[in-house]
C-alpha cells in the first residue's frame, strides 16, 4: 500500500511502546501489522467502550486492554504487576490518550515504565513520510522535564493522518509525575 516499515524490532523482553501521533482509528492497525511484520505480539491500551458486544471478544484476542479513562482505576499498579509477572510483555499506549487535539500527552505510559523498571520504545505513524515503525529505545530516568525533551526531539517531525488533531509533546504543567 505504498507504506515501509522501519526500525528494527525492540530488543528488550518488556517494554512500552509509545505510539504517537494518534489522530485516526487506522494508526492502531498500521501499528499491530508492523509489530507483527517483525515476529513480535503487542498488548494494546483502548477505551473500554471498544470492548464491547462482539467487539470485546475481537479486541482482547488482538491484546487489547480496556482502560477507563475518567477517573483513578489503579491502571499504572495493575499493569505493574502485569509487567512483573511476565516474561515479555510489549505494551502499546497512545501518548495523548485520545485521537483528538490535546496540549499535553497523558503521562501513564511513562509512570508504568518507571514503576516496572522497564524501557519505552517510540513507535510511530508517518502519514507524511509513508513510514511506520521503530525508533529508539530509552530508559526513563525519573525526570520527566528531562525524558519530555527526549520525546519532542524524536516525535517533532513526525505527522499524523490529520495533522491539526496532533497533540502537544508536554506533560500537563500542574501534574506531578511519580512512579506508581
Known amino acids: ?10 530488543e528488550a523482553k518488556k517494554y512500552v511502546m509509545l505510539s504517537a501521533p494518534h489522530t485516526t482509528n487506522w494508526d492502531l492497525p498500521a501499528l499491530l501489522m508492523a509489530t507483527w511484520s517483525q515476529g513480535r505480539s503487542v498488548n494494546f491500551l483502548g477505551k473500554h467502550q471498544l470492548f464491547r458486544g462482539p467487539m470485546n471478544w475481537l479486541m482482547r484476542s488482538l491484546g ?16 505493574t504487576a502485569e509487567f512483573a509477572a511476565a516474561d515479555e510483555i510489549a505494551l502499546a499506549i497512545p501518548a495523548a ?3 483528538s487535539y ?8 511513562y509512570r508504568i515504565a518507571l514503576a516496572a523498571d522497564v524501557p519505552i520504545v517510540c513507535a510511530f ?5 509513508k513510514t511506520l515503525g521503530f525508533g529508539p529505545t530509552m530508559m526513563p530516568t525519573g525526570d520527566p522535564d528531562v525524558d519530555i525533551v527526549f520525546f519532542q526531539e524524536f ?8 495533522p491539526e488533531k496532533k497533540s502537544e509533546i ?11
Open 64 to 79: 487489547g486492554i480496556p482502560v477507563r479513562r475518567k477517573g483513578r482505576h489503579g491502571m499504572v499498579e495493575s499493569l
Open 1 to 10: 500500500m505504498g507504506w515501509t516499515s522501519v526500525g528494527p524490532a525492540p
Open 102 to 109: 490535546s496540549d499535553h500527552w497523558k503521562s501513564g505510559f
Open 97 to 99: 490518550g485520545t485521537r
Open 170 to 180: 508536554r506533560f500537563r504543567p500542574d501534574q506531578t509525575i511519580a512512579a506508581g
Open 125 to 129: 505513524v508517518d502519514y507524511k513520510t
Open 155 to 162: 516525535y517533532a517531525d513526525k505527522v499524523g493522518k490529520f
